[in-house]
């Protein structure tokens, strides 16, 4: 019996740790602004000597990370590109508009573990500069900050620096 119970808990451990590995690569930013919390949960896909961002395609839409979407919430309404969003969760997705120019589409659905990228449907689209970071992630990093008053989201991978910003009532 107790050969039974240890063997279990083996099986159990093996099977978890796919799970903790996927944790691994995920990270999170947070920022509170005007007193309201935003954070964004995403995968941290490495480059791996590839230059993603550059040999995207335009038209192209990417989930925004790896494995499950990306997410974020917020605990405040959001105004984005003129379009007010209410509190709660979004999926995030971008979108290749230019050689130089990327869009932050917000979707009201968010979508399990492999679902087909998401096309149409978007409630709002923030514009991101593209500029050339002096300094080089191997993983994607998103950050989210504070800026007198609104917010700023920045979304490095490799030497991509993509920023944008938003309101937060």
């Not at 903790?20 to 000597?49: E, H």
């Not at 494995?67 to 209410?86: H, Q, R, S, Y």
Request: net charge positive; with cysteine.
């Amino acid at each position: 019996m107790r050969f039974r119970s240890v063997a279990s808990i083996i099986i159990m451990l093996c099977l978890s740790v796919p799970l903790f590995a996927q944790d691994a690569n995920r990270g999170t930013a947070t920022a509170t602004i005007k007193g309201k919390t935003v954070s964004i949960d995403y995968g941290r896909p490495s480059l791996k000597g590839r230059d993603m961002l550059a040999k995207a395609p335009v038209g192209m839409v990417w989930r925004l990370g790896m494995n499950k979407p990306t997410v974020i919430e917020t605990t405040g309404d959001l105004v984005v590109a003129g379009k007010e969003l209410k509190a709660g969760k979004y999926s995030l997705w971008a979108k290749k508009a230019g050689e130089d120019s990327w869009i932050l589409a917000f979707h009201p659905e968010v979508p399990g573990w492999g679902v087909p990228v998401k096309t149409e449907g978007y409630v709002a689209e923030l514009p991101l500069k593209s500029e050339k970071a002096t300094d080089a992630a191997e993983q994607l990093t998103i950050s989210l900050a504070d800026s007198q008053g609104k917010g700023t989201v920045k979304i490095h991978w490799g030497t991509a620096l993509l920023t944008g910003a938003f309101d937060v009532k």
